[in-house]
C-alpha cells in the first residue's frame, strides 16, 4: 500500500508537478509528453501522480486556471491605476495572450481544443465564465473610478475572444496588419470613453406643513 503523503510534502509534489507540466507541455505539446516523464520529473511514481491528477489533460487545464486567475489579477491591477486605459489592457491582453503564455498555444492546437471539447460541462463553463467575470470586472473598475464606455459588454467579451484567434494566426494574418489593427481598435474604443454621469435627482414629493 503506498504511503500518504503529508500536508507539506503534497503541496510540494503539486508544484513540482506544475513546474514540470508547464515545461513540457511548452516544449513537447500535450501528445509528445506522458504521464511517466511527468512523474519522474516530479521525483514521484505514476501511480503517485493519479494522486494529484486524474489525467495530464486535468494537469494542463488546471495549469491554463492557474495562469488565468494571475493575468486576469494583473490587467484589473492595471485598470485601476489607469482607468481610461481599461479597454486598451483587455485588447492587448487578447491580441498577445499567446505570446504572454506558452501553454495557450498548446490549447489553441488541434490536440488542445479536443481537450476543451471533451472536458466537463462545468469545466468549460468555468473557462468561458472568467472571460465574462474579466470583462465585467474591468468595466466595474472603471465604472467606479469615474469612467463608463458606450461598447457593450458582450460586444468587449466578443471582441477579446476573436483577437486571441487573431493572435494565434499573427503569423498569417501579418504581424505589421494585426499591429494596425489593434491600434486602431483601442483608437476607436477611447472615444466611446466618457465620464460618469450622476442622476438627475427627481421632484421631492411629499406634504408641506403649514
Excluded: C, N
Excluded at 485588447?91 to 490536440?111: F, G, K, N, R, Y
Excluded at 489593434?182 to 414629493?205: D, E, I, M
Amino acid at each position: 500500500m503506498p504511503r500518504r503523503f503529508t500536508p507539506d510534502e503534497s503541496d510540494h509534489i503539486r508544484s513540482r508537478l506544475r513546474a514540470a507540466g508547464a515545461e513540457a507541455f511548452a516544449q513537447r505539446g500535450l501528445r509528445g509528453t506522458t504521464v511517466d516523464d511527468l512523474a519522474r520529473a516530479a521525483g514521484i511514481s505514476k501511480g503517485g501522480f493519479y494522486r494529484f491528477y486524474d489525467s495530464k489533460e486535468a494537469l494542463l487545464l488546471a495549469l491554463l486556471d492557474e495562469y488565468e486567475t494571475a493575468a486576469h489579477a494583473e490587467i484589473e491591477a492595471a485598470v485601476r491605476a489607469d482607468p481610461h486605459g481599461g479597454i486598451e489592457y483587455l485588447i492587448d491582453s487578447a491580441v498577445h495572450a499567446l505570446q504572454s503564455h506558452p501553454l495557450l498555444t498548446v490549447l489553441m492546437s488541434e490536440e488542445g481544443l479536443r481537450v476543451l471539447r471533451t472536458a466537463t460541462p462545468e469545466q468549460q463553463t468555468r473557462l468561458l465564465d472568467r472571460d465574462v467575470r474579466l470583462v465585467r470586472r474591468v468595466v466595474s473598475v472603471m465604472r467606479d473610478s469615474g469612467v463608463e464606455t458606450d461598447v457593450p459588454e458582450r460586444v468587449l467579451l466578443g471582441l477579446m475572444r476573436s483577437l486571441v484567434f487573431a493572435g494565434h494566426h499573427r503569423d498569417d494574418i501579418g504581424p505589421d496588419l494585426l499591429d494596425d489593427l489593434s491600434g486602431w481598435l483601442k483608437t476607436t474604443l477611447r472615444t466611446a470613453l466618457r465620464p460618469v454621469t450622476a442622476p438627475v435627482p427627481g421632484p421631492v414629493t411629499g406634504s408641506t406643513g403649514r
